[in-house]
């Protein structure tokens, strides 16, 4: 795999390194050995999927607080995203930037998220899978979030018009403690 760190501090994006032949492609999507060498969260304990009919649906901003902070890896296995990190952690230097990767099935890349950064999307395509490994146990009462289309953050989401939950248009607009 390969590992290449974004302009936020602990995030990566992650791409295979696919062994092709006449029959297809084979790679690794997952190795805790190269995740524990990079430093970063290799205690995955969680699989989630999300399927998003329609085009312009967007997921975010989400993170759970300590003590169930969690690192996450992302991967688009259908359609297309716009994959978000939005750094919510206070004293970094990055703190309340962000950054957007664009994931699909085709490029077959993965962003890895660490504790303390929230994360959302959005999807290009209908009919899009995206698939989260997580380093916690999701836990209800520490789930969090910020408003999408705060100013502070500034994310140019690439749908002007999101489809989304009322739960996500309502969380606040500036995050004082993540």
């Known amino acids: 795999m390969i590992f290449r760190e974004t302009a936020l501090p602990g995030v990566y994006v992650v791409e295979i390194e696919p062994r092709s032949d006449h029959r297809g492609l084979f790679a690794r999507t997952w190795c805790q050995r190269e995740f524990v060498e990079h430093r970063l969260n290799a205690g995955l304990v969680q699989v989630s999927l999300s399927f998003n009919k329609h085009r312009g649906t967007l997921r975010g901003m989400h993170y759970q607080a300590a003590p169930h902070a969690e690192a996450k890896l992302v991967r688009c296995t259908r359609g297309a995203i716009w994959d978000?990190?939005?750094?919510?952690?206070?004293?970094?230097?990055?703190?309340?930037?962000?950054?957007?990767?664009?994931?699909?099935?085709?490029?077959?890349?993965?962003?890895?998220?660490?504790?303390?950064?929230?994360?959302?999307?959005?999807?290009?395509?209908?009919?899009?899978?995206?698939?989260?490994?997580?380093?916690?146990?999701?836990?209800?009462?520490?789930?969090?979030?910020?408003?999408?289309d705060d100013p502070a953050f500034a994310i140019p989401w690439p749908i002007s018009q999101p489809i989304l939950l009322e739960r996500d248009r309502a969380y606040p607009s500036v995050v004082l403690t993540p």
Do not use: C, W
């Open 84 to 148: 978000v990190a939005l750094d919510l952690r206070q004293g970094s230097p990055t703190f309340r930037r962000y950054v957007g990767v664009e994931l699909t099935a085709d490029n077959r890349k993965a962003l890895y998220i660490p504790e303390g950064v929230a994360h959302g999307f959005q999807t290009l395509e209908d009919d899009t899978e995206v698939l989260y490994q997580m380093s916690e146990f999701y836990a209800p009462e520490a789930a969090r979030g910020v408003r999408y």
